[in-house]
């Protein structure tokens, strides 16, 4: 007996369908489906931004670069007025939206990617495996965003300090609403940092260092020695890679470090630094140091850390290149470097 089999090769099951036959009849009037749109729609995201993302890479956004009425022939970035209005440039290369990432808890310098459209920028944002900081993204685009239009329609020039604050509270928000759906393990923020805290008996180490840093302009004072650094939190690694490498010294076995910044902490319990990659060295020293000996970390309240922290503001301000540290319930004291 001859069996004939019929296959519709256009179906993923060898079935006809219709529906499968008028997309195929219709297949000039559809695009491809781009391998971004599948990122896009798995991202743990408050749906407005999934939307505005979206509109962003459908290129919906009524950039200069794209406005064609008659009489319109500025087409260069309201921003910077530099070059032309384009989502790559106004979302990553354009100097106001460089400084807004680097300053963001990403600490992102997103001159030193080699992305030539919005597409690859997004999706090596999405590439983080971190909710948090791809949480944090979208609302650092809304914040470009909302800033060229108060620059456009009210003349309003973008204040840097304000758009820090608005998109930290933003991610803390949206994290907060998300969490209240269920997804609370996935997202970072104050959820990653809410665990609680350790209570350790001084006694049972060698020593105890209480950390800090004070800064301004890049300059900060580590409770401990004066030094230039980046951020807030590489100082406060910093501080801490100086206890170390001081206990170390002295051939202490277990010790004990005290800081006032939950996210360093944090950073060293977990060995993960998860939201600016720019401390990432210092924070890999000190890292080096926690593998060589006993060495365990504690978040105190800053009013307990109220000697280190005068210790760092003193360094800070009188430029001292010694360094001081504190010993148990010792009084401070100054050590030659
Ligand atoms: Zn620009």
């Not at 495996?129 to 800033?147: F, G, M």
Request: glycine content about 4%.
């Amino acid at each position: 007996m001859k069996v004939i089999l019929c296959l519709w090769k256009f179906g993923s099951n060898g079935s006809f369908s219709v529906k499968n036959a008028y997309l195929l009849s219709q297949q000039s009037r559809f695009h491809c489906e781009k391998p971004v749109w599948k990122v896009l729609w798995k991202l743990k995201l408050h749906p407005r931004q999934s939307v505005f993302s979206w509109r962003i890479l459908s290129a919906w956004l009524p950039l200069k670069s794209r406005l064609r009425f008659q009489g319109h022939d500025d087409k260069k970035c309201a921003l910077c007025g530099n070059e032309a209005e384009t989502e790559i440039h106004v979302f990553c290369q354009c100097p106001f939206a460089r400084s807004i990432w680097f300053l963001s808890p990403w600490g992102l310098r997103t001159d030193t990617l080699s992305v030539d459209s919005f597409e690859e920028f997004f999706l090596w944002l999405c590439s983080s495996d971190d909710d948090w900081l791809v949480e944090v993204s979208a609302c650092v685009l809304e914040a470009i965003w909302r800033c060229r239009n108060e620059l456009v329609f009210q003349g309003k020039n973008p204040s840097t300090a304000l758009i820090l604050k608005n998109i930290a509270s933003r991610a803390a928000e949206f994290s907060q609403i998300l969490s209240s759906f269920g997804d609370a393990a996935q997202l970072g923020g104050e959820n990653r940092l809410s665990e609680p805290v350790q209570d350790f008996q001084d006694n049972l180490f060698d020593a105890c260092f209480y950390v800090d840093a004070s800064v301004v302009d890049n300059a900060a004072g580590i409770g401990v020695s004066l030094c230039t650094v980046s951020s807030v939190l590489e100082a406060e690694l910093t501080a801490i890679l100086t206890a170390l490498e001081q206990a170390w010294a002295d051939n202490y076995q277990t010790i004990l470090i005290k800081s006032d910044s939950k996210v360093a902490v944090e950073a060293l319990r977990l060995g993960e630094l998860p939201l600016a990659w720019g401390s990432f060295p210092v924070f890999k020293a000190c890292l080096k140091f926690v593998s060589m000996f006993s060495v365990s970390f504690q978040f105190i309240k800053r009013d307990l850390n109220f000697l280190a922290d005068y210790l760092a503001s003193q360094a800070r301000v009188n430029h001292v290149s010694q360094m001081s540290y504190l010993l148990g319930s010792q009084p401070p004291f100054v050590v030659d470097m």
